[in-house]
């Protein structure tokens, strides 16, 4: 690990300002993903920014009904919140299908947007990858893909977007709050925030550098029933092979995210609306433009699978 200085702030100001004080600083929270990251030194930072002392702990309505979940809420208060299991059960079984209690607690509802991905040749320093050393190319083209992309790849990258909570939140039409370099607000809506890898797969999200999450809203509950089905190589503390979340009404219809396919929690209106057809046809819609390799195709018809499974699970 290479060295680097460290600040506690206590306000959002203070924070874009440090970030902005020295260049390549990062905003460290739980720093459940980074710091594994800096030990590796894919990431090295030259300063972190430690946001705890910040007031982004918090889950409160919204006058439109909906939540407004602070950045720094960890994983365990949110799936234990009563109104999110309540209203928001996709998100509450999302989860608690992600990492031990352990983690879980560390873990911020920030962060874990934010985490990146586990391809095996991003975290191997030896192997070529465009994500940590642009222009270096991709050892997993070729290489061991068993896990990786089938979906939304480019020629520059095949790798999956790990996070169990961004399939829920994309389900939930989830929106991130921002504050700016310069201090201006924005809201961005989660299906914008992660990006596809293109030709550069190292800009992984919308955010600017140095522009700090604040909260993530949901808007007014979604009825029906909520399922988070995670298809993984072991019982737990797996990341996802296949993963769906899906909000199923009585009549069929409904909405459904895919993880462990696609460089970004992968969700595509148009299939949701062929969910009354199932799961073959929404499987086809959402695997149109497919590229699997010889060691990840399996993901297409397990992703069927998992999808029947799922909306079968919902008519119980």
Not at 46 to 57: C, I, S, W
Request: hydrophobic letters at 40%; one cysteine or more.
């Amino acid at each position: 690990m290479k060295s680097f200085t460290y600040q506690r702030v206590s306000s959002t100001d203070d924070a874009l300002a440090q970030a902005q004080r020295v260049p390549g600083a990062k905003f460290i929270a739980g720093g459940t993903n980074l710091l594994d990251l800096m030990k590796l030194e894919i990431e090295t930072p030259a300063h972190l920014v430690d946001l705890n002392g910040l007031g982004l702990k918090t889950i409160e309505a919204t006058p439109e009904g909906g939540l407004r979940i602070g950045a720094l809420v960890s994983n365990t208060q949110l799936a234990a919140d009563l109104r999110v299991r309540r209203d928001y059960g996709v998100l509450s079984r999302a989860l608690l299908a992600g990492a031990s209690g352990q983690l879980r607690n560390k873990a911020s509802t920030a962060g874990n947007l934010l985490q990146r991905t586990r391809c095996p040749y991003f975290y191997d320093t030896n192997q070529a990858c465009n994500k940590r050393q642009p222009g270096s190319g991709c050892a997993a083209i070729g290489g061991a893909s068993k896990q990786l992309a089938v979906v939304g790849t480019s020629d520059a990258c095949i790798a999956t977007h790990p996070s169990d909570m961004a399939v829920a939140m994309r389900v939930l039409d989830a929106s991130v709050e921002t504050l700016r370099p310069d201090g201006a607000r924005r809201v961005i809506p989660i299906a914008e925030l992660h990006r596809l890898p293109g030709a550069t797969p190292q800009v992984e999200t919308a955010l600017a550098s140095g522009e700090l999450i604040t909260a993530v809203t949901l808007p007014g509950p979604v009825g029906g029933t909520h399922v988070y089905h995670k298809v993984r190589d072991r019982a737990s503390y797996a990341f996802a092979v296949v993963s769906v979340a899906a909000i199923v009404q009585r009549d069929g219809s409904g909405r459904v995210a895919l993880g462990g396919v696609a460089p970004r929690p992968w969700r595509m209106e148009g299939a949701d609306a062929l969910m009354p057809r199932g799961a073959k046809a929404v499987a086809d819609a959402l695997f149109t433009d497919a590229r699997p390799t010889a060691h990840n195709a399996f993901k297409l018809p397990l992703a069927e699978r998992t999808l029947a499974a799922t909306f079968a699970q919902a008519r119980t």
